[in-house]
């Protein structure tokens, strides 16, 4: 069974930065496609940005409009991690973020960006 840890929410300012991470643990664990979500209150919860591996080494990443150019998604093999390193934050980006990775989810973390 494969378990996914996500850390690195909390509270910081507009303007501010902060770096999620997932750490999957658990076997048949083939990490390619990990993705990072988020749920506002009210809202549905929505992709913020997605790595796709295939299995010639090729990479593909995807964002959504409202964070291109601030928010980066990464990987590292190695250790079963994906990270989301924001910078920018905006109060809304304030919601839950959770990971995805193949078919499992993490249990969120709290991201609030205050004004």
């Known amino acids: 069974q494969v378990q996914l840890v996500e850390s690195g929410g909390g509270l910081v300012q507009a303007g501010g930065s902060l770096r999620l991470s997932c750490a999957a643990s658990?076997?048949?664990?083939?990490?390619?496609?990990m993705g990072w979500y988020r749920q506002a209150p009210g809202k549905q919860r929505e992709l913020v940005a997605f790595i796709g591996r295939n299995n010639i080494g090729g990479v593909t990443t995807t964002y959504a409009a409202s964070v291109k150019g601030r928010f980066t998604i990464s990987d590292d093999k190695d250790k079963n991690t994906v990270y989301l390193q924001m910078t920018g934050l905006k109060p809304e980006d304030t919601a839950i973020y959770y990971c995805?990775?193949?078919?499992?989810w993490g249990q969120g973390t709290q991201v609030t960006v205050s004004s």
């Open positions: 995805k990775i193949d078919a499992y």
């Open positions: 658990g076997s048949l664990f083939s990490g390619t496609a």
